[in-house]
């Protein structure tokens, strides 16, 4: 398993993958971009890049701005 990353961040350059005042990635239009802060440490171009996987297991979806369990889907069934 590769090395993982959160939470995502949209800002004008690009999606932020990661804490951006630490190591993160950044998506740019130009290609992924591994960051320290703001000083970029290496550049891979798209056309470079293959088998990357974001992982939607993860994700907790939301409802009416209050977390849904992430376990039966976050509402209990009425007694009929």
């Known amino acids: 398993m590769g090395k993982r990353f959160g939470p995502l961040h949209a800002t004008e350059q690009g999606v932020r ?24 440490l290496a550049t891979f171009a798209w056309e ?15 409802a009416r701005g209050r977390r849904r369990s992430a376990v039966g889907g976050g509402r ?5």
């Open 17 to 40: 993958i990661g804490d951006p005042t630490r190591r993160h990635l950044l998506l740019a239009e130009d290609g992924i971009h591994h960051v320290d802060g703001e000083k970029r």
């Open 48 to 62: 470079h890049v293959e088998n990357v996987r974001l992982g939607c297991h993860d994700v907790v979806p939301l």
């Open 76 to 80: 209990r069934a009425r007694a009929g």
